[in-house]
């Protein structure tokens, strides 16, 4: 089954403790992206990655990392992570770039405190 | 740059009654435009898309959706509300120019009213 998985799918952590989201898909895509929802804010771009060993800023990038050495993975680090990082977060792919169908993971859900 | 306006924060229709949800966009570039539905506790599932083929754009479950681009506007219609289609509803720009990040407008709420 083509998908894309997150893990964890819930994280409860405090402030500081490094913490990694793994996101895989299985559709060989070139193109992933991480996105953290937030009430009233909508999805916005965090990372984002046009093939392996390339990778670039979303919106909001600061406090976030991201390596793209396979182009299965791209996992997200929070180095320090601090309470404004609360958030759902969604790792995504597609099959080029920004302008094909995104595929969505689960959402991993982080809670800081 | 690129931005995406979603102008109504929440719409509430009737059960048989159309669906209007709007959308402006801003884009240096040609944009490719997306429509994304979210259910409750859900990930996000593509609507709809527009990538400067036909301008009127049709989608799954009825929705549909116009390119304007003298209105730079992508707004999405349904004739006929079902209580299914309730959920949020996100309008995207991906921009052109060689920069693939995407742009999420911030959402509208539907309500279905029985």
């Known amino acids: 089954e083509a998908q894309v998985t997150q893990n964890p799918r819930y994280l409860i952590t405090v402030t500081g403790k490094k913490l990694t989201v793994t996101c895989s898909q299985n559709m060989n895509h070139e193109y992933m992206s991480w996105y953290r929802q937030d009430p009233g804010l909508g999805l916005r771009q965090i990372y984002y990655s046009m093939n392996v060993e390339v990778t670039d800023k979303g919106d909001v990038p600061e406090g976030y990392k991201v390596s793209r050495k396979e182009k299965r993975n791209f996992p997200l680090i929070l180095e320090s992570p601090s309470p404004n990082q609360t958030s759902l977060y969604f790792c995504?792919?597609?099959?080029?770039?920004?302008?094909?169908?995104?595929?969505f993971g689960p959402g991993t859900r982080l809670t800081v405190t | 740059a690129q931005s995406v306006t979603q102008l109504d924060s929440h719409v509430s229709v009737s059960e048989g009654t159309p669906v209007l949800l709007r959308c402006n966009y801003s884009s240096s570039y040609s944009p490719s435009l997306f429509w994304y539905v979210q259910h409750p506790n859900k990930g996000l599932q593509l609507l709809l898309k527009?990538?400067?083929?036909?301008?009127l754009v049709k989608g799954i479950n009825g929705f549909e959706a116009e390119f304007k681009k003298s209105e730079t506007s992508f707004h999405l219609t349904k004739p006929s509300a079902h209580m299914s289609d309730a959920a949020e509803y996100f309008c995207?720009?991906?921009?052109?120019?060689?920069?693939?990040?995407?742009?999420f407008g911030k959402g509208t709420h539907l309500i279905i009213q029985p």
């Open positions: 995207v720009v991906s921009g052109g120019g060689g920069a693939d990040g995407l742009t």
């Open positions: 995504a792919s597609s099959l080029v770039g920004g302008r094909f169908e995104q595929y």
């Open positions: 527009y990538t400067s083929a036909a301008t």
